[in-house]
């Protein structure tokens, strides 16, 4: 292989990392469904030709770490039979490990004939034919949560195989939308072919092969050495999900972490079996979400590439709700992954004090509402919900910020929902004395209410009241969350699981996400960074006064002689 110089390397770097953007751009902007457009509920990725990733963007950072595996099956299933302009879709969650409604498109890319790397492009589809519209709540098998595919061409040398798309729309509520949507992915896989030819037609394949090799390599170097800086020993954590979404018994999710030398090994022996609701996940996206736990604290300043991650080792058992076979129910993958995350960085953070991170509210926090009635029109909106980040070693945690595992996914602006939705967004604030109590306070959690200004559906998936964002060296839990729908009637109910039912005109939801934990002693924060936090609305008085011993007038003034002394 030819020698790439190290300024074409940065070049080849930060160009295909340019491109993923561009494709990611032509996703949004072609996409049919406000949950991609708005919500930026996708990730594309651009690999080489054995599947190595080179270039992401920004969007939804779990989808990532396991887009290598979905071009990994088109590649073994098709083998030879790849040809140029060929499109392929997959979404088995056993293969790449989501949801059904996460439908991954692949596309080979050719450089004069030869192939030279694949654009991928995954986006949630806002229904795929399960049996209730959009996320199924109390599904207990796969085959109740819609259309799954294996690897499947779709597009034959740039030709669209009518029978497909035909498929697509006999097997989705919103036929028109999704075949939109089908088409912003392929979009952007057009998209990166294009940028990528023109980096090509100035450097060459050969060199354009170099300067990746090298990419790669220094990737495993950074990373040997980070984890080579960090002291060897072994820790474990363990917490527990409220429920799998057909059962009320606590779902227990354990991690045991080893690092030793250049390596770091993480169990996941002792976390529940599969289980009858749909909160089991496949291997691949599990796998993928303690990529991104890894990279929180290991060289997080560094693109992830076909280099990345080559020393830790996943210890994965065959009876656990992380490793999913069939006919295991998956819709609700993503709620032990949120917990999984949390465990693995608390876990670092003891091994890493000087970047210790308590944890984060740490579900999506999905509220939903629809309508598939097609005489009044048809539409969905659905969205995750914000909360509190935990705080850090030196900084206090992020309130009203998505969680961690989906990175760039937004909740719906209310300009948007209310004009193209018959939904009101009565409130969108933050929610006050949520954060844990620390040195470095957790970040708090925030409160929507909508209000439905029609009859329609809706459907609530809040998680972590069992298992709240805990805090470290000291500090406190961020607050659990809450749900409460208010009938029009004024008949009030809590809760934080609701499956597809009418909501009638003039309901309320009214959501709160938790916070984040907090990291240190809470009565070593300074006094006026405590009012200040009053005056922002972070914390009522009263919690001033009981978590942090400082009396603050309800106008923000500090009152020094009433406070406890630091």
């Given at each position: ?6 300024v ?9 990392i ?9 996703l ?33 950072p ?12 088109v ?8 040809c ?9 969650s ?10 991954t ?8 004939g ?18 209730d ?11 109740q949560?819609?259309l799954?595919l ?8 740039g ?8 498929h ?8 028109d939308a999704?075949?939109?949507?089908l ?15 023109q980096?090509?037609?100035?450097i ?14 220094q ?11 960090i ?11 409220d429920d ?12 045991t972490?080893?690092?030793r ?17 749909s909160v089991?996940c ?7 979400l ?7 604290m290991?060289?997080?300043d560094?693109a992830?590439t076909?280099?990345s991650?080559?020393?830790m ?5 065959e ?25 693995f ?10 970047r210790s991170?308590a944890?984060?509210?740490?579900d ?6 629809f ?32 969680n961690?595992?989906n990175g760039?996914?937004?909740?719906i602006?209310?300009?948007v ?14 929610r006050?004395d949520?954060?844990?109590?620390g040195?470095?306070?957790g ?5 929507r ?14 998680e972590?009241?069992h ?10 839990d961020g ?7 208010t009938?029009?009637?004024g ?8 499956a597809?039912?009418g909501?009638?005109a003039?309901?309320?939801v ?5 916070g ?6 809470p009565?070593q924060?300074?006094h ?10 972070f914390l ?11 009396a ?6 500090l009152d ?7």
């Amino acid at each position: 292989m030819s020698k790439a110089d190290p300024v074409t390397t940065e070049v080849v770097r930060n160009f295909v990392i340019s491109c993923a953007e561009d494709m990611n751009a032509s996703l949004w902007r072609s996409a049919h469904s406000a949950v991609i457009y708005e919500g930026k509920d996708s990730a594309v990725a651009l690999m080489d030709e054995q599947g190595n990733m080179l270039g992401q963007s920004t969007g939804v950072p779990l989808f990532i770490g396991a887009i290598d595996v979905c071009v990994n099956h088109v590649k073994d299933y098709y083998s030879d039979d790849i040809c140029e302009g060929d499109i392929f879709v997959m979404n088995d969650s056993y293969m790449q490990g989501t949801h059904l409604h996460d439908i991954t498109a692949i596309g080979p890319i050719f450089f004069h004939g030869e192939l030279v790397g694949f654009g991928a492009a995954r986006a949630h589809w806002n229904d795929i034919g399960a049996m209730d519209p959009g996320s199924v709540m109390g599904s207990m098998n796969i085959f109740q949560e819609g259309l799954r595919l294996g690897p499947t061409r779709i597009v034959s040398r740039g030709e669209p195989i009518r029978e497909w798309y035909d498929h697509f729309r006999l097997n989705t509520r919103f036929k028109d939308a999704t075949i939109g949507d089908l088409g912003a992915q392929i979009a952007a896989i057009r998209t990166g072919e294009r940028r990528l030819a023109q980096l090509l037609d100035r450097i060459g394949a050969e060199t354009y092969r170099a300067a990746c090799h090298d990419i790669f390599e220094q990737a495993r170097r950074l990373d040997r050495a980070a984890i080579a800086a960090i002291t060897d020993g072994t820790w474990s954590r363990e917490g527990y999900l409220d429920d799998d979404g057909v059962g009320k018994e606590p779902i227990k999710v354990a991690l045991t972490l080893t690092v030793r030398g250049e390596e770091v090994i993480v169990d996941l022996t002792g976390t529940s079996g599969p289980v009858p609701g749909s909160v089991n996940c496949g291997a691949s996206q599990t796998e993928s979400l303690l990529r991104l736990a890894y990279k929180t604290m290991i060289n997080p300043d560094r693109a992830i590439t076909g280099g990345s991650f080559e020393t830790m080792t996943v210890v994965l058992p065959e009876d656990c709700m992380f490793n999913a076979k069939e006919p295991a129910a998956c819709e609700w993958y993503f709620t032990g992954l949120g917990l999984l995350a949390d465990l693995f960085i608390s876990c670092l953070s003891e091994a890493m004090p000087e970047r210790s991170t308590a944890a984060h509210y740490g579900d999506s926090m999905v509220a939903g509402f629809f309508s598939v009635d097609e005489r009044r029109g048809q539409w969905m909106s659905i969205e995750p919900t914000a909360g509190g980040w935990g705080g850090r070693a030196d900084g206090d945690g992020e309130s009203a910020l998505i969680n961690l595992v989906n990175g760039g996914f937004r909740n719906i602006p209310a300009e948007v929902m209310e004009t193209k939705f018959p939904i009101r967004l009565e409130e969108f604030s933050i929610r006050p004395d949520s954060g844990g109590p620390g040195r470095w306070r957790g970040g708090c959690g925030v409160v929507r209410r909508y209000h439905a200004l029609e009859d329609c559906f809706g459907a609530i998936w809040f998680e972590r009241s069992h298992t709240p964002a805990w805090g470290l060296n000291g500090g406190g839990d961020g607050a659990g969350p809450e749900v409460t729908i208010t009938q029009p009637d004024g008949k009030r109910e809590s809760l934080l699981k609701m499956a597809a039912r009418g909501l009638g005109a003039g309901t309320i939801v009214e959501t709160k996400t938790g916070g984040g934990g907090g990291n240190g002693d809470p009565m070593q924060r300074p006094h006026e960074e405590v009012a200040r936090d009053v005056r922002k609305g972070f914390l009522t008085p009263t919690a001033a006064r009981r978590d942090y011993g400082v009396a603050v007038e309800a106008d923000g003034t500090l009152d020094e002689a009433a406070s406890l002394p630091r």
